[in-house]
């Protein structure tokens, strides 16, 4: 006998979690299918990005800042150490614990909102008498039939054609996240977000670090000014970074990697490392969801082909997440979750796709929302222009860490805010006043009149702010 439900969500990464969560509070009934398992064979429900992504990846970055605080700035504060060491080890071991912490909370949610959660893959049998039934195969064997179907398989790492991911020494970010001695010498393919991020982990505990990158220009969805103060920031760390390659053959052995390439000026290089991450961007998940079945349309990418709310070609079919059109960052995912239950419900869930942030977790950190200066005047847009270096806020100072500015755009005319730009501490944190201030559709003025604690970080987005009416306090 089939189970009924009134939703079937199929993949609990942030996507597909807060689907469910949100359906079940809006009175649904709701079962959860994720095939995901930990290391003892049980669920691992979070997705990507809380097995592989998101949290395990700012665990480890969490960790290494603290060493590399403690290398070098410690002794600033007066605070002195001897033999300082890292035990890789421990570090994983305490990045897994922060993981599992993180599966046990959803695996709590999913009994606190009643949500019948099945371990296993889902894909779609046929559609049945008003809904789709899906069968649930692995660890559990069941067959379901739901009114509504909600997919949020996410993505995969994409490899370079030839060279599969052995996880040995050809890591993708799975593999990048579990290495068990910090390499001496690291490579990396792609110097996009998991680029930056996992070479800034392995380059503060010591590895020799090389990005290989094949666009001419660092971080190019960036806006260019701060681009070029992170790129100043990472070139004083050390972590080589090489733009406009090609690159060509990579043989692997089990002692290492060998990566021929050109690089920029069309020389023929190479470079020999212990390991190999392979960060070129990622790939939607839809392989085993039998999607023929029921004549899903796919893109050309493999994503799931949605228009602006989510709706597939199917009646009662929805996609949300990684696995569709749009940036790849998981609280895209859960606002499409939230958005497209309520759309169930008959209720006018709603994302603002110009106003989803983005956050690289480097040191210093990089964060924006909305429109980059080289997008405004692409666009012909009259603009005024704001910075606030950190060197100037007394906070950053205390801190330690005066690296980079907070950039405002404003419309020329209206002083809307169109566009927030920071590079340097915090920046993850700073950058919600700006969405808050966005969403609100506020003025630059609007924020430079608002009474901001002192001594704290965010008086640089108010200087900032008062910076594109040139009227800076402190600068
Ligand atoms: P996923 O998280 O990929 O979850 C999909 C789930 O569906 C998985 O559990 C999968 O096993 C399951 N599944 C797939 N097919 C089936 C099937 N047929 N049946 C059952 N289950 C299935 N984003 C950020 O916003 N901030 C970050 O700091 C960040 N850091 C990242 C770091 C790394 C190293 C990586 C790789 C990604 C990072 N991301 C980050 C991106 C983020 O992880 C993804 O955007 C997010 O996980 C997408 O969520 P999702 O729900 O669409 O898919
Ligand atoms: P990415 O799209 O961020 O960067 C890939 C980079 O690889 C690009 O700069 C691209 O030009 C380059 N590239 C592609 N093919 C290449 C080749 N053959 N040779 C050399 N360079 C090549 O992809 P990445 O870093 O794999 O991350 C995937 C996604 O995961 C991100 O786009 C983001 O959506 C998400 N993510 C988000 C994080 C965050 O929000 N902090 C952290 C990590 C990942």
């Not at 300082?84 to 709590?108: F, T």
């Not at 053959?249 to 490392?273: F, H, P, R, W």
Request: aromatic letters at 6%.
């Amino acid at each position: 006998m089939s189970k009924q439900f009134d939703v079937i969500v199929i993949g609990a990464g942030p996507g597909g979690y807060i689907a469910a969560i949100r359906a079940a509070q809006l009175g649904f009934n709701v079962a959860c299918i994720d095939e995901w398992k930990n290391d003892k064979g049980g669920p691992a429900p979070g997705g990507t990005c809380t097995n592989v992504g998101c949290i395990p990846s700012k665990a480890l970055l969490q960790s290494s800042e603290n060493y590399e605080e403690a290398a070098l700035h410690f002794a600033d504060h007066g605070i002195g150490i001897k033999g300082l060491s890292i035990d890789v080890a421990k570090m994983i071991g305490r990045k897994d614990a922060v993981v599992k912490q993180n599966n046990d909370g959803i695996l709590y949610l999913f009994k606190k909102n009643k949500i019948a959660f099945f371990h296993g893959r889902g894909s779609f049998v046929k559609a049945a008498e008003g809904g789709y039934e899906v069968a649930v195969t692995g660890t559990q064997n069941e067959t379901l039939v739901g009114k509504q179907v909600v997919i949020a398989t996410g993505s995969s790492a994409r490899a370079l054609p030839g060279v599969p991911f052995d996880e040995e020494v050809v890591l993708s970010n799975d593999g990048a996240l579990r290495v068990g001695a910090v390499p001496k010498k690291l490579g990396l393919i792609g110097s996009g977000v998991i680029g930056l991020e996992m070479g800034s982990v392995w380059r503060r505990l010591g590895a020799e670090v090389t990005v290989l990158e094949a666009l001419p220009t660092f971080l190019g969805a960036v806006d260019e000014q701060i681009a070029k103060e992170a790129k100043k920031a990472f070139d004083k760390q050390g972590l080589k970074i090489e733009l406009g390659v090609k690159v060509g053959d990579i043989k692997a052995t089990k002692k290492g990697v060998s990566v021929a390439y050109t690089n920029a000026k069309g020389e023929a290089q190479t470079l020999d490392v212990d390991k190999l991450i392979v960060s070129i961007g990622r790939v939607p998940n839809t392989t085993g969801l039998n999607a023929e079945a029921v004549g899903l349309k796919m893109g050309e990418r493999g994503d799931i082909v949605v228009d602006d709310e989510c709706r597939t070609n199917l009646p009662g079919v929805w996609a949300i997440g990684d696995v569709v059109r749009g940036p790849m960052l998981a609280h895209k995912a859960e606002e499409e979750g939230v958005a497209v239950a309520e759309r169930i419900a008959g209720q006018h869930g709603h994302v603002d796709f110009n106003l989803v942030p983005w956050v690289i977790y480097t040191s210093p950190e990089i964060a924006w929302v909305g429109k980059t200066e080289q997008q405004l005047k692409a666009d012909g847009v009259k603009y005024k222009a704001g910075t606030f270096p950190f060197l100037a806020n007394g906070r950053a100072r205390a801190l330690g860490d005066t690296t980079g500015m907070v950039k405002f755009l404003a419309d020329a005319a209206t002083d809307e805010i169109l566009g927030v730009h920071m590079v340097g501490p915090m920046a993850s944190e700073l950058i919600a006043e700006a969405c808050v201030a966005m969403a609100f559709r506020a003025s630059s003025e609007d924020i430079a009149r608002i009474c901001h604690a002192h001594p704290s970080l965010s008086e640089a987005t108010k200087e900032a702010a008062l910076a594109v009416d040139k009227r800076t306090l402190n600068f």
